[in-house]
């Protein structure tokens, strides 16, 4: 299976401050993306990138920015976090064998 | 607007028998479809696909079908068992694609009773 693990997996933070998720892959893989999964809405995506300083938004991008400056790493920050985005992050990068993507373990954020 | 559908959240199905979870979707561009399957505290992990050129694809215990005129699919498990208790998304890229910016369904989540 393709290397790809979260950091952190799990995290508490209060209302207002800012949050950054890792997502690191050993894989070599140009494409990464993020997806927040929420009871009732499934796995929505959150951002992406197809390389090195090339990102962009998905559906669910307000609040959320991205960085890539390394092709192992993409990180998702929260500027300024609130209690709507409480919820279980997923990476996940593409380019493996067609099936899809191959997602990291999540990390489970609570904002209080 | 949800372009892939799963509109039962849950089903619980007697271990041993069949399970179906179904899926629909809107868009009659989606060439490609995806069942993944997650466990608590995992990411979800890749289990089946089809090709809009099929209407059926098997990989020992699972099967899914496919009916473009319907817009809908399926995923048939046989015989059910235990460790198949997991949320199941169905998912599809966008139309050419294979594995970029796919779009997921809610879940159904599948009890095993023994």
């Known amino acids: 299976d393709a290397g790809i693990t979260q950091s952190p997996r799990h995290k508490v933070t209060e209302t207002g401050t800012p949050v950054t998720l890792r997502c690191h892959q050993t894989e070599n893989h140009r494409y990464m993306y993020w997806y927040r999964q929420d009871p009732g809405h499934g796995l929505r995506l959150i951002h992406y990138s197809y390389g090195v300083k090339d990102t962009d938004k998905g559906e669910v991008s307000d609040g959320y920015s991205v960085s890539r400056s390394k092709t192992e790493d993409f990180l998702l920050t929260l500027e300024s976090a609130t209690s709507s985005q409480t919820s279980v992050y997923f990476c996940?990068?593409?380019?493996?064998?067609?099936?899809?993507?191959?997602f990291g373990s999540g990390t489970r954020l609570t904002v209080v | 607007d949800q372009q892939v559908k799963q509109n039962s959240p849950s089903l619980s199905v007697q271990e041993g028998r069949i399970s179906i979870l179904n899926c629909d979707y809107t868009n009659s561009m989606f060439d490609y479809f995806l069942w993944y399957k997650k466990y608590p505290a995992e990411g979800p992990t890749f289990l089946i696909s089809?090709?809009?050129?099929?209407d059926k694809n098997e990989d020992g215990r699972f099967t899914v079908f496919l009916n473009k005129s319907a817009k809908h699919l399926s995923l048939h498990i046989v015989p059910s068992q235990p460790g198949d208790s997991a949320v199941y998304f169905c998912a599809a890229p966008p139309p050419g694609k294979r594995d970029d910016k796919i779009i997921f369904g809610k879940g159904t989540r599948l009890h095993i009773l023994p």
């Open positions: 996940a990068i593409s380019g493996t064998d067609n099936y899809g993507y191959t």
């Open positions: 089809i090709s809009s050129i099929k």
